[in-house]
């Protein structure tokens, strides 16, 4: 059996309201930017709620057995299709997207006739913001003991209505828990950084929630960044929730960059524009050039803070941004930075959307196709309003990936799109023979996008490959108009 699912502003509003947790990865779009997910993501209870609402289908059940595991985030204004079997009274359950499982639900339950009554108005105080502690032992001693929480039974009941569940369907007890399990989780332990990973828990005949439910112990493994909490309903029903605590977001400081063997003056008179050059690679990169007496005008498309930071940062250096899609606006602010820092000799091309790692046949003919046109877009927009006043000898940098030539599996639709790109480069050079062009495959690097929490192959650093790209840049051989080279952190 299988329904399809997809969530939006109203149901995040009302998940917000009855669980008060006001962790920023699901609200804050600028806050969200900075993660490797690029975007908000929808609580993950408020997924198994509305899993839960139309697997019931109206009847009213109790959980007895109940285990979440939360494998991809789910994202608002998509569609999900969820998928479910039963035996006897133990029930699978999928939330997909194509091929790919986002959560999967196994739980056991038993069938009733009656519905619960609404509980009475708690007077919890909530948390006002998610808390930024240090993930560590010692940090969360001081939760272990009885668990407060509470929720207003009208925004719990709106709440419900919306995920396809009437009041009381499911006792309130347990539908508590899985609000309280989301606030613990989002705003203290881990809180600002957590990443819900999974849930288990059992329910009795004596569970319920918060009276008398408590946590027992919480433990932290540093190798992986998780965060086991384990409690108890009862003497006999417990539950645990696992949880990830995100790495903090990627900064390239100044200090770190001046620990290169830096040349005072090799862009001196050198004027440079760069797309996505307020935050990860471009920042590094900004950074390098202004220390070796460069220009640098440094395009973001929408999020202010980096931008602001930057800014002052870098405050007595000739450092200026410019917010817009280069995609469009491209010559609008090449002509602004031209005023602010002289006419513009050398354009980076860097910006490109969120890349996730996805299969094929998931992306399907218009998500693969959609995913090139919006990686060519700022790359074709800023080379082309760059070429229209660029004098003679000026370059254009791209920005490439050595998954060109070794792509990893799921990473089609990013190599197609970075060798159109290519070719572009390559072409160009042939139509513009007074201009050069450097066609730069990177590594991997760690940026915001790159941050997780746990991660085998650990990515380049951001200052390594700046130092190592503005190096190439600056040896552009004197005889050809057209480069393309490998970088690497050992250049």
């Not at 789910?74 to 359950?93: H, M, R």
């Not at 799109?417 to 990177?442: C, D, G, I």
């Amino acid at each position: 059996m299988t329904f399809d699912l997809s969530f939006d502003g109203a149901v995040r509003d009302a998940f917000l309201a009855a669980s008060h947790d006001r962790n920023p990865l699901h609200l804050d779009a600028d806050y969200a930017t900075r993660t490797q997910f690029g975007q908000p993501i929808v609580y993950g209870i408020c997924g198994v709620l509305a899993a839960l609402g139309g697997w019931a289908a109206g009847r009213n059940v109790t959980l007895r057995q109940l285990r979440v595991r939360f494998e991809k985030p789910l994202l608002y204004d998509t569609p999900y299709t969820v998928s479910f079997s039963e035996k006897g009274n133990d029930t699978k359950i999928k939330i997909a997207s194509g091929g790919a499982t986002h959560v999967s639900i196994g739980l056991t339950a038993e069938w009733r006739d009656t519905r619960d009554a609404a509980p009475k108005i708690s007077p919890f105080v909530p948390l006002a913001e998610a808390r930024a502690d240090a993930p560590g032992d010692a940090t969360y001693a001081d939760f272990a003991g009885a668990i407060d929480f509470g929720a207003d039974p009208a925004a719990l009941d709106h709440l419900l209505s919306l995920t396809g569940l009437a009041p009381g369907q499911i006792p309130y007890a347990q539908i508590l828990f899985l609000l309280w399990s989301s606030y613990f989780v989002g705003m203290q332990v881990p809180g600002r950084q957590a990443l819900y990973a999974e849930l288990t828990a059992s329910f009795d005949a004596d569970s319920s929630f918060p009276n008398g439910s408590r946590i027992d112990e919480i433990t932290f493994d540093e190798r992986f960044n998780r965060i086991i909490t384990t409690g108890q309903f009862s003497a006999t029903a417990r539950f645990s929730i696992g949880a990830f605590a995100r790495p903090l977001p990627v900064n390239t400081g100044l200090d770190e960059i001046r620990g290169f063997p830096l040349q005072p003056d090799l862009f001196a008179g050198r004027r440079f524009i760069i797309s996505g050059g307020t935050r990860g690679f471009g920042e590094a990169l900004a950074k390098t050039i202004l220390l070796q007496s460069g220009k640098v005008a440094a395009n973001y498309r929408a999020f202010a803070g980096d931008a602001d930071r930057l800014t002052h940062e870098l405050r007595d250096y000739p450092f200026k941004t410019y917010r817009g899609d280069v995609g469009d606006l491209a010559e609008a602010i090449i002509r602004d930075a031209a005023q602010d820092l002289g006419p513009i000799d050398m354009c980076i091309c860097n910006a490109s959307p969120p890349i996730e790692a996805k299969k094929f046949a998931d992306l399907g003919v218009d998500g693969f196709n959609n995913f090139v046109a919006r990686s060519l877009s700022p790359t074709v927009g800023l080379v082309s309003a760059f070429l229209k006043s660029a004098p003679d000898g000026a370059m254009a940098v791209l920005i490439s990936s050595v998954y060109v030539a070794d792509a990893p599996k799921d990473f089609a639709h990013y190599a197609a799109a970075k060798t159109a790109q290519e070719n572009l480069f390559e072409s160009l050079a042939r139509e513009y023979p007074k201009q050069r062009f450097l066609v730069a495959r990177l590594p991997k690097i760690l940026t915001d996008q790159t941050n997780l929490v746990f991660d085998r192959e650990r990515p380049a650093r951001a200052a390594d490959i700046a130092f190592a790209l503005a190096k190439a840049i600056a040896a552009f051989p004197a005889q050809s108009n057209f480069l393309h080279t490998t970088i690497g952190a050992d250049r």
